[in-house]
């Protein structure tokens, strides 16, 4: 996020998509450059990779967003992890990385915002499905034959919004998750729509919802892609304040709040069943998934507009 006098490249890039490996790297840069960040383990993938929180903020009010919960949606984590650079270097007065002219004043008054609220943000809820999305199958694959069987015989994954062990983990959830089984009609490991055995059967999914009931957030986002759209209702049970923050955040975005029907299990779904507090899941970008890495810069300076406010409230 480099401002044009200092030069200074930011951390968080993009170039030929984005794997675990590269986030891992970029948090383990964060880490280093700004003491307001801290790194919390929050649970393991199927295949053991680390799920990782990152914490900014000292205030009491918690607020979480997360990201790639769709492998395939995988250019969500560098948006998130780019926002908690830019955040984390304005909180720090470290100069440099305003690289969104039209955003800097937003984010320079969000960063007063932090002594109030503390934001958790899970940047890479599908470590292996973002992987597996990107590269295929690798020599030593576990599951290699029922990916295989599970993607239709095609050795193209870049469709791949599942796990690894082929559940929708949007769909893990519970709030309706018997309703959206049956309205999917999907009864088996797939590329996606498969909920799984039961709610939160699959580790990714029991991790996140066990560290929202952990840490109690007053409100809730999961990036997704795409179409520029905000959901922010769930069967009636939001509260009434839900509606006119969503309207909100369409207006420093250019995204549109959406009011969704017909759909059950997902996050932001559990989160206002369960606690009746205001969840949305943001649609970033436009196209067809994957979203190129060309749109990233773009992307994030409508998405940074839109966290500013989500955390804001």
Not at 43 to 56: N, T
Not at 223 to 248: C, D, F, K, M, V
Not at 263 to 290: C, H, L, M, Q
Request: net charge negative.
């Amino acid at each position: 996020m480099a401002s044009e006098s200092s030069g200074q490249q930011p951390i968080v890039r993009v170039h030929d998509g984005y794997r675990y490996e590269d986030g891992i790297a970029h948090i383990g840069r964060l880490l280093e450059r700004y003491s307001s960040l801290r790194r919390v383990e929050i649970g393991k993938s199927v295949l053991g990779k680390s799920i990782d929180a990152i914490v900014i903020g000292k205030g009491a009010e918690c607020v979480h967003a997360n990201a790639s919960v769709h492998a395939n949606e995988w250019i969500t984590t560098p948006l998130l992890l780019r926002f908690i650079e830019q955040l984390a270097a304005l909180y720090e007065s470290v100069p440099g990385i305003e690289d969104h002219r039209h955003n800097s004043q937003v984010m320079k008054s969000l960063s007063d915002v932090l002594s109030d609220v503390t934001l958790w943000a899970v940047p890479m809820v599908n470590p292996d499905g973002m992987n597996l999305s990107q590269d295929g199958l690798w020599p030593g694959c576990p599951f290699r034959v029922q990916l295989m069987e599970w993607n239709s015989g095609q050795e193209d994954f870049s469709r791949w919004k599942a796990n690894i062990r082929g559940v929708d983990l949007n769909d893990q959830f519970p709030a309706g998750w018997e309703e959206e089984r049956l309205r999917r009609g999907v009864a088996a490991p797939a590329s996606q729509d498969y909920g799984g055995e039961h709610p939160l059967c699959e580790p990714e999914a029991f991790a996140l919802a066990a560290l929202t009931r952990r840490i109690s957030f007053s409100r809730v986002a999961s990036l997704h892609t795409q179409g520029r759209e905000i959901y922010w209702n769930y069967r009636n049970l939001e509260p009434a304040y839900s509606e006119g923050l969503a309207r909100r955040l369409a207006k420093v975005s250019g995204y549109e709040a959406v009011k969704l029907m017909d759909s059950d299990a997902g996050y932001k779904d559990w989160f206002i069943s369960e606690f009746r507090r205001p969840g949305f899941t943001i649609e970033a970008g436009e196209g067809v998934n994957p979203l190129p890495p060309e749109q990233f810069e773009q992307i994030y300076s409508e998405i940074s507009l839109l966290l500013a406010a989500f955390i804001r409230g």
